[in-house]
Each structure stands twice: as C-alpha cells, then as structure tokens.
C-alpha cells in the first residue's frame, strides 16, 4: 500500500455543503484539476486525495480528514508543507490543523539532534527546567550586547538568545557580534555553563556562513525562523550541522492558519528544531492555555522515535509568573524572560539572579 499522509483541516462550512467543500480540498491538495481530466490509472488510484471523514466540531465547523500520498512529499520539507497546505491556505475558511505522518517519512526528516537531554547537560541542568534571556534592542553594538550577554551569564542564565530582528545590521554586524559574545562568556564565571544563540538570517549560503562563525567561536546553538528561512532550507542546514543546536524561533509562524501546536510543536520538531519559542498565555500575544499545553505536548511528547523539543514559552513573560508557568508546564521547560529582565537596568545580574533562584528553587509537585 502506498504511504499515506492523514491530514485533518478545520472547516467553516454549510452542513449541506461540506461534503463537497471537503472533496475540493482533496483534489486542490493532491492533483489539482478536473478528475474528469485524468487519465492515468496510477494518478486515479494512488495520487488523487481522499476524503476519510467528516466530523463536526462546534455550529458550522467540521474536521476533514483526508488521506494525501506520501510520494507526492518527497522528503523535501518545503513541499511537505505545500501538500499539507499550499493552494488551501489560499482559502480563508480553513484552518490546517493535524497529520499524521508515515513512519519513514518521519526517520527520513530525523526531528532535533540534540533536544532536551542535551541542552540540559550542556548547562548541567539535570532534570530541573532550563532559563533563557535575550539580547536586545535592535540598534546596540556588538560590545553593547557582549556586556549585556556577560551579566546574564553572571546571574547565572542557562541560555542567551539573539533577539530575532538581529541579523547582519550595520550597527551589529553578525561576525563582530559572535566574536564579541563569545568572548564575554569566556570571561564570565567558569562555573557558570551560559550559552549563547546568535540569530541566523539572510539566504541559505549567507547562513552557512554564519554557522561557520559561530562554530569557529565555539558555539553550538543558534536560532532560527523556520518561516523566515524557508522551511527546506532549515532542514538542510540542521541536517548539514550535526554539532549545532537549532533554536527556532515563531516569526511569521501566524501568518498562516495552521494550529500552533503542528506547525510550531509537531513539523517544525519534526524537521530538527531542538527548541521551540512560542507566546505564553498572558504576554503580549494571544494564545489560550489550551494551544500552549497542546504545543508543549506535542513538542515532547514520545512518538516515532524523535528526540524531544524543549518547549520555550515567552512573549512578555515576568519573573513573577514562574510559579505559575511551571506549575503549568513542570520541569521539561524552558523559561525565556527577556524585556522583563531588562528593564531592571543596572541591577540586570541581580534580577537575573533572581529568575534562575525562583527556577532551581521551585518544588515540583
């Protein structure tokens, strides 16, 4: 039997019309054309999508699940995701909301490297959660930032992101600034285990570039938009870098309906994110409780033999909020609190300090 993709999309639909809506689906996402116009008995039979079922959810909302080639993917992720979703994201009525995979295809993407086993003991983390800050505002120097990246390493934070709009500006280009982190960090406490991801941007060759650098700084964590970069070549650049952690990181992950929890949760694990930032409940975006489980979840959780994701909840988050957050989450996390730290100014290690306290400190139940 030909490998199947499962795919099930949320649909606005007439009750009397959904049965037709969900066959148009199928086609647009398989062959895209008259089935009256093919000819080929293979296409017909092995090619064509087909409607599995239809289910509604809520008034007017159905889950259509339809079965999608496998062969049609390719193992190359950017078509991936233009089979699960690319002429129907056109629509405005429907949302992409899960697959299911066929085991080859998923050891052909082969998910994270490294993922949460490794990025705790790289910071002797053992199995409480990890801390993460990150450096910003856009407009600073690489020596400006180098001194923000060593007095959170002296407070003790675990990871240090690239806020994600740093790139290879002119006023923090991306070699001097790598060169100048690093070089913080290695002065910093040597009991302390602080790592540094610096953000990768520009096109696939510019990129390559920047792991070389970072490597050559001895760095192995970087951070990435998945959306931004391309999907194809973020798997291509994790596949080529064995010894380097990939961050990713949610721009531009909103400006297509598909539920957080696959894109950001299942794919982008399943294409060799070790780590995955996303807005937390309460800070500056909207996500529910419910989408924030579910992508943690999904990010973790143990299937088809994939390393787990660490699940990086952020987005305005406050130390004040860490009791909650990890009541919520549980040790198999990773607290990014970036602007929250910040705007403590010139008591920034002592408040630092404070977030890694309430983080090793916290009694799990």
């Known amino acids: 039997m030909t490998p199947i993709l499962h795919v099930t999309y949320l649909v606005r639909s007439d009750a009397r019309a959904i049965a037709q809506r969900a066959q148009a689906i199928a086609v647009e996402q398989s062959v895209e054309m008259p089935l009256s116009a093919i000819e080929d008995d293979f296409v ?118 690239d806020d994600h709009g740093l790139a290879d500006q002119a ?15 290695q002065q910093a406490d040597r009991s302390r285990a602080t790592r540094y991801a610096p953000s990768l941007s520009g096109d696939l060759d510019a990129m390559r570039r920047q792991l070389a650098q970072a ?34 990181h949610p721009s531009m992950a909103g400006a297509a309906r598909i539920a957080p929890a696959l894109l950001l949760g299942k794919l982008f694990r399943l294409l060799g994110a070790d780590a995955v930032v996303f807005p937390h409940t309460g800070g500056r975006f909207g996500y529910s409780l419910d989408t924030c489980k579910r992508l943690a979840q999904t990010a973790l959780d143990e299937r088809d033999g994939l390393r787990p994701s660490v699940p990086v909840p952020a987005g305005g988050m406050t130390r004040d909020r860490v009791p909650e957050m990890l009541d919520f989450y549980g040790a198999d996390v990773m607290l990014l609190i970036g602007g929250g730290l910040l705007e403590a100014r010139d008591t920034l290690v002592a408040a630092t300090s404070d977030f890694v306290s309430a983080v090793h400190g916290y009694t799990y139940g």
């Open 171 to 185: 006023y923090s280009p991306f070699a001097a600034r790598v060169e100048a982190i690093a070089a913080a960090l």
């Open 44 to 161: 017909s039979s092995e090619i064509v999508g087909r409607v599995e079922s239809i289910a509604e959810q809520a008034s007017g909302v159905f889950a259509v699940r339809i079965a999608l080639a496998a062969a049609t993917v390719g193992q190359d992720a950017g078509q991936l995701i233009n089979m699960l979703f690319g002429n129907t994201s056109l629509q405005d009525d429907v949302v992409l909301h899960d697959v299911d995979l066929p085991p080859a295809m998923v050891a052909g993407f082969g998910g994270p490297r490294h993922g949460l086993t490794d990025l705790r003991a790289r910071v002797g983390a053992g199995r409480r959660a990890l801390t993460c800050s990150a450096l910003k505002p856009q407009g600073l120097s690489p020596d400006q930032l180098a001194q923000l990246a060593r007095r959170f390493a002296d407070g003790g934070i675990d990871y240090i992101k």
């Open 215 to 248: 490597a050559a700084a001895g760095i192995d964590i970087v951070l990435i938009a998945p959306m931004i970069a391309g999907l194809a070549n973020f798997h291509t650049l994790v596949r080529e870098h064995s010894g380097i952690a990939f961050m990713a």
